[in-house]
């Protein structure tokens, strides 16, 4: 995951990648909290050391006051092989996002899409996905 995450336009080999404690503090705090999930494609066994990582994307369920008090499923890090691009599996992956939100009693889904991304901007809105917001980001570290 950390490689697709290193390059969005290139492979990068996985093993280049390095796992520091603060990825593993993250991928723990992901596992053992119920809003939270990691949906991923995998090709091949995987866990056996032979599966090839295709994709993946975060979902963080975040409950609101607006909307009736519904939940909101976020979608983050929406990532797929840049070589394996255009075969449908990102929206294989997002429409299995939706659907996991729906039967949640989810309100809303969201995501956010830095303003370059002109290519990810048109994927979403196939998936009916609207810009209604303008986005504002304050890094703290």
Do not use: W
């Amino acid at each position: 995951m950390l490689a697709l995450l290193e390059d969005e336009d290139r492979v990068v080999d996985p093993a280049s990648v390095e796992v520091g404690a603060a990825h593993e503090a993250a991928f723990e705090a992901i596992a053992s909290d119920a809003r939270n999930e990691l949906l991923v494609l995998v090709e091949g066994e995987p866990g056996g050391g032979g599966g090839v990582l295709l994709g993946f994307l975060q979902v963080t369920y975040i409950p609101g006051l607006g909307r009736g008090a519904g939940e909101r499923a976020l979608l983050e890090a929406v990532r797929i092989r840049p070589d394996r691009r255009g075969a449908g599996l990102g929206g294989e992956l997002v429409r299995r996002a939706v659907e996991r939100a729906r039967a949640r009693g989810c309100t809303l889904v969201q995501l956010t899409s830095h303003k370059d991304r002109a290519d990810a901007h048109r994927f979403y809105e196939r998936f009916g996905f609207a810009r209604s917001h303008e986005g504002f980001r304050l890094p703290l570290g």
